[in-house]
């Protein structure tokens, strides 16, 4: 009889180290597993704001084209302005010249 109640102690004991050890496994199962998940997720987050980096880059690239291309064409225009009233200027001087 004592026997039995020793061994079936052992076995309630057993059973109860199987148990926690069952359940210490799910809970490291889970634990790896979100981990994992906050993994991906991170190198997903990283992979976009990559993505937005470049795009922005590739956008402020062509604002600064266009904007080369406009400073640029302003300039001609106010070359020709300039050009135009130099020419007047010079007619002016020559019917000046000319009245002289």
């Known amino acids: 009889t004592k026997q039995k109640k020793e061994g079936a102690s052992k076995t309630r004991q057993q059973d109860m180290e199987d148990t926690t050890n069952g359940i210490s496994d799910a809970c490291r199962e ?3 597993s979100t ?3 906050h993994t991906d997720v991170e190198n997903r987050i990283q992979n976009t704001l ?3 980096q470049r795009v ?3 956008k402020m690239a062509q604002l ?3 904007r ?3 400073l640029t064409l302003q300039a001609r225009e106010l070359i ?4 135009f009233q130099e020419q007047q200027n010079q007619d002016l001087r020559k019917s000046l010249d000319s009245i002289q």
């Open 30 to 32: 889970v634990i790896e």
């Open 35 to 37: 981990i994992g998940f």
């Open 50 to 52: 990559s993505d937005f």
């Open 56 to 58: 922005i880059g590739e």
């Open 64 to 66: 600064m084209v266009r």
């Open 68 to 70: 080369n291309e406009c």
């Open 80 to 83: 020709e302005q300039i050009l």
